[in-house]
């Protein structure tokens, strides 16, 4: 559905961080809508963080944005070699209150660089 990156720092420090949005819409405008639980890839090295950010209303079929967030420790992904990659999934659900559901992926690549 999505995708992201971050790149790995020459010398560890903070957090990489990626984020993004997925645009939905919805002919029920009167749903609240919201994101289920997160599930990752085995392995993946932090949990990446949805939410609903933005819904309209009164314009039939008209939804709003999910907005998700990704961070991880750069000492956390120290191991990966120069232009070695690690690909993360994470799956959630958007529901709109009433039953209705559609699940979306996220692919977080993380890429490592050669240490200065």
Known sequence: D???AVTGLGTPAGPLTDSGTIAFSDVDLSDVHSVGPVAASAGALRTLTPSVSTQASGVDGTGGLITWNKSVAATAVEYLAQDETRIEHFTFTLGDGHGGTVER????????ERSR
């Open 2 to 4: 999505v995708t992201g």
């Open 105 to 112: 992926t996220v692919d977080v690549t993380i890429t490592g």
